[in-house]
């Protein structure tokens, strides 16, 4: 009990940060605070989402001075095979955060459409095998539905619709893993194929539920676990802190993401920590050294068709050292956006080249958290 109590001390550190910075942006006229508001009230061209991303990530880099751990030695972690815990979970720009600067535990974060574990075999499903065996050997793997979760609801409307196929091969299998009525339902069924999940070993798993209408994360089945327990603890303190003034609900009660960002699954913290982004600001994917899978690309394809999102930021860790690396992973992160075709049709392609839609390329500099535009 002593270790728990340690534990939640460091955890309740970021709760008053987090209301601090609240206090702060309601008080103070700067640019990021306009940037939010006006992100609030109406569209963000790609440079003004490019511009709220970085003011944000401003705010990360003067946090993490002080930290516990810096960023590279959180990747050294993750390097080591030592993360403590791998969590996959919805796109939707509008879930809860679930790290800060001054957590000691350190987290991989796969972003995936319906929070989908492919039952077969898939690049994608060789991905989160991958990332999950990063996790250290009794450190935990969980899966985070949410509620409203648009993927459910999608997949809800095709199979009334026949499961006819809808053009587009990622989104045709994206909608045959998702499961069930309802979130909830989804949230278990994930669950039983994370549990199958191939090298998964004795790691804790679980499913969870966040609920921003009904105040927080319930876990929906897990794992008897301390380690679970201390999480759900966590991010249920991130909700609390975001919903500091009552309104969180009203806030979320639309998806409307500026960004569809593309991050790392090695990033040592979460792209929402990174960016200091508020609920629904930006929707998620996760790409790979391998590129990205027709899950992310039917991620990417609904942000961009469903949500009108016209910004792509990819991020991925790095130093001045592997520049070149993460270079050609963009170059891949691209070309395999760019070969995505609707009926036929390179429609991504097509936006990119009319101008319509923008990529950035930002290197998240291990030394100090910084977000390079390269
Ligand atoms: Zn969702």
Not at 37 to 55: F, P, W, Y
Not at 155 to 181: A, Y
Not at 193 to 205: S, Y
Not at 222 to 238: I, M
């Amino acid at each position: 009990m002593a270790s728990h109590k340690k534990e939640n001390q460091i955890a309740e550190k970021p709760e008053g940060a987090g209301r601090a910075r609240m206090q702060r942006r309601l008080m103070d006229g700067s640019r990021l605070n306009e940037l939010h508001e006006m992100h609030a009230k109406g569209r963000l061209s790609a440079s003004e989402s490019l511009e709220l991303i970085l003011a944000g990530n401003a705010e990360h880099v003067a946090a993490l001075k002080g930290a516990p751990m810096t960023a590279h030695q959180r990747y050294l972690k993750i390097m080591a095979a030592q993360a403590d815990y791998m969590i996959v979970r919805c796109s939707d720009a509008r879930v809860h955060n679930t790290d800060s600067e001054q957590d000691t535990l350190v987290g991989l974060h796969i972003y995936i459409a319906g929070n989908v574990i492919p039952g077969k075999k898939t690049a994608s499903l060789d991905e989160i095998a991958q990332v999950a065996s990063l996790v250290r050997p009794d450190g935990a793997c969980l899966d985070e539905a949410h509620c409203n979760c648009g993927a459910v609801k999608e997949r809800v409307k095709w199979v009334e619709g026949g499961m006819k196929p809808t053009g587009s091969t990622p989104l045709d299998n994206l909608l045959h893993e998702v499961v069930g009525p309802s979130p909830y339902d989804n949230a278990i069924a994930q669950l039983s194929k994370l549990r199958n999940l191939p090298g998964l070993g004795g790691r804790a798993t679980g499913a969870l539920h966040y609920d921003w209408e009904k105040g927080g994360v319930t876990v929906v089945n897990a794992s008897p676990s301390h380690l679970v327990e201390l999480l759900v603890d966590n991010f249920n303190k991130r909700h609390a802190d975001a919903n500091a003034d009552g309104l969180l609900a009203e806030r979320l009660a639309k998806q409307k993401p500026h960004a569809i960002m593309v991050g790392s699954n090695l990033l040592p913290f979460s792209i929402g920590t990174i960016t200091h982004a508020l609920q629904n600001e930006v929707f998620q994917t996760t790409g790979s050294e391998d590129g990205l899978d027709d899950f992310d690309e039917g991620s990417i394809l609904y942000a961009v068709e469903h949500l009108g999102v016209r910004h792509i930021p990819f991020v991925a860790p790095g130093t001045a050292a592997n520049a070149k690396a993460v270079t050609a992973m963009f170059d891949k992160w691209e070309a395999d956006l760019r070969s995505m075709t609707v009926n036929g049709e390179p429609v991504i392609s097509r936006m990119l080249d009319s101008g319509e839609l923008a990529i950035s390329r930002l290197r998240y500099d291990l030394s100090n958290g910084r977000l390079v535009p390269i």
